[in-house]
């Protein structure tokens, strides 16, 4: 079993993008007024292009108002759903973005996809730190470590900071289950072992998700436990074995569709949440693959 300081380490503030339905967080040491920001997400109309900063805006407003220090803002991988706002957040208020080093391996896929050119690096440079499994750091006064989760993508890290595990997309509420694996470089045996690293920790750990697509009968929810999650999650509570585990999830993928924002996402966040180069009149575009997306899942 792993360890885990029993003790309320540091606070959390939840952010919740109807939009996309995407959790965002700030974590601090109230003594030492510093901070981090958890997939922050950046406002974007596909339908017009536009982008604003609205969620990104109330996390602003947040950290200055509690007069804290922002050290970090982690993506705990490159999502597929929703546009980061690290770089804008990062512009107004410092701090280092980081992301697991396993970045290049999207980078390289994904760059080719989009055919982003020779001038896009695909060594994870676009970010201030590539995070890679163990590493620990601090937020304040606050210990932080990091947990390699592939499966879901190859980039995937839960951080455990203080009691709470942030575990992005690997887990959702145990009323939904897990995120799906036929992603690029996706594995469904392989998210099965990401996850029993993280309920390896004790049954009291604080999990923390990304998403929640509640259901009618209940609200939205981001805060579960280890216990909850064994004992009641529908992809792997205790009583479903790996290969029981890796047949639901991959019968489960065979019937989704894209992510509506896949292709914008995924070009402005495999660049640490940059928009792509502005082209030879000025403008900034987003690609769309003609019939080569879908080959990918």
């Known amino acids: 079993m792993n360890g885990i300081n029993s003790e309320k380490l540091h606070e959390i503030k939840v952010f919740f ?3 996309t339905s995407t959790l965002s967080y700030v974590v601090y040491d109230k003594l030492e ?4 920001v958890i997939d922050s997400v950046l406002d974007f109309d596909y339908s017009s292009g536009d982008i604003d900063y609205v969620n990104a805006d109330k996390i602003i407003s947040f950290i200055n108002d509690k007069k804290l220090n922002l050290e970090w803002l982690i993506e ?13 957040i990062q512009n107004k208020l410092g701090g280092k973005i980081g992301i697991s080093e396993n970045i290049s391996d999207i980078q390289n896929i994904f760059g080719k ?29 606050i210990h932080c470590k990091v947990i390699h989760t ?3 993508t190859p980039a995937c890290n839960a951080h455990v900071i203080g009691n709470s595990i942030f575990v992005g997309d690997t887990l959702f509420m145990p009323d939904l289950g897990s995120a799906r694996a036929d992603f690029p470089g996706g594995d469904a045996r392989q998210l099965y072992k990401s996850i029993q690293k993280i309920l390896s920790f004790p049954d009291d750990t604080e999990i923390l998700v990304c998403h929640d697509y509640p259901p009618s009968t209940r609200g939205v929810k981001w ?26 999830r991959e019968e489960r993928d065979k019937t989704l569709n894209m992510p509506k924002l896949i292709i914008p996402s995924i070009q402005v966040n495999m660049r640490a949440g940059h928009l792509p180069p502005p082209e030879d009149d ?12 879908k080959n990918l899942i």
């Open 17 to 19: 993008d109807k939009t």
């Open 33 to 36: 007024k510093k901070c981090a």
């Open 76 to 88: 705990t991988h490159v999502h597929a759903d929703h546009l980061s706002a690290s770089p804008y």
């Open 113 to 141: 996809t989009f055919n982003a050119g020779t001038e896009f690096q695909r060594d994870g440079s676009q970010f201030d730190k590539l995070f890679k499994e163990g590493d620990q750091y601090k937020i304040g006064g």
């Open 150 to 152: 592939p499966g879901h």
């Open 223 to 248: 805060s579960t436990t280890v216990g909850e999650q064994k004992k009641n999650n529908i992809h792997v509570k205790t009583s479903i074995s790996e290969d029981e585990f890796v047949k639901i």
């Open 282 to 293: 000025g403008n900034i575009y987003i690609k769309v693959p003609i019939n080569n997306m």
